[in-house]
């Protein structure tokens, strides 16, 4: 699919989720790793299926059709007959949901139409931090969840939709302003755990601190301290959720100084304390 037509794809999508997301019900989410799935033939209405593998490679048998996934590939799928899967080794993170009002799925896939999109198109990297928010929400059921997850979705096409816009400037010849985004948010994710500092991204694609960090914020809607402290916080989530790593250790793991510090700014950006989200995940 060219740029152009997948970002008209992703405006209307952003645009129906906008106008029409207090219609949606959030099912099921989660991070599947290295097994088959079956989901049965739906009976009463449409689901949809946004799933982002994070590593490996798989197989999705959809409506008759397999597909080939590998990683960083997002799809958003509808399911309207058998769906099934797996096979290799890969981590995929999913959520499910569905439309209170029949005719809104029928126009919500017209939106979609599986919608598919790969590194090829555009850069994929560091997306986990949305899944993860999602999911947390999902499972635990707190005020407002459908609400949250709602503006985590959103936020989450809407993360895509500016990448694909900076794509598509870069490979129509803008490339010595817009190569820098690719650049620097492959470094941070390859260099999170790290200390880093803005004089060194900036001499990385050889920009001037302050001109760097203006096109990053148009670019991306955030300042680079930021985004990385998001990454940062999306990559303790995971492995607060997977791992049983203290606290203190996944802080310096993911470019905290200390764990104090690491403590209050994800109080401040989850709501709860490192040790009240890694409670709430279910064990197994």
Known sequence: MQNAQLQK???EVIDFLCHHG?????????IWVDREWDTPKQSTKPMFEIIYLISGQTSIYLNGITHAVKKNDLHLLEIS????????????????????????????????????????????AGLESYFL?????????????????????????????????????????HSGRQQFLYDVLN?????????????????????????????FKEATGLTIQQYLI?????????????????????????????CQHFCKVFKQLEGITPTQYGRSIPSG
């Not at 207090?22 to 989660?30: A, K, M, V």
């Not at 096979?87 to 896939?109: C, E, K, R, T, V």
């Open 187 to 215: 470094y941070l994710e390859q260099n999170y755990m790290y200390p880093l500092c803005l004089k060194d991204i900036s001499g990385l694609v050889h920009l001037n601190p302050r001109y760097l960090s203006r096109l």
């Open 81 to 124: 007959g058998n769906s099934m899967g797996g096979g290799g080794h890969f981590q995929m993170y999913y959520l499910d949901f569905s439309f209170d009002i029949p005719a809104l799925s029928d126009q919500f896939y017209g939106c979609c139409k599986r919608l598919s999109v790969n590194p090829e198109c555009i850069n994929l």
């Open 230 to 258: 998001r990454l940062r916080i999306g990559k303790a989530k995971k492995l607060l959720s997977a791992t049983s790593h203290s606290i203190t250790d996944i802080a310096l793991e993911t470019g905290f100084c200390d």
């Open 22 to 30: 207090s219609s949606i019900r959030f099912l099921s989410s989660g």
């Open 9 to 11: 794809q992703l405006r």
């Open 133 to 173: 928010e999602m999911h947390f929400e999902n499972i635990a059921e707190q005020e407002f969840r459908q609400q949250k997850i709602l503006c985590s979705l959103q936020d989450l096409f809407i993360c895509l939709y500016r990448r694909c816009a900076v794509s598509s400037e870069h490979s129509a010849g």
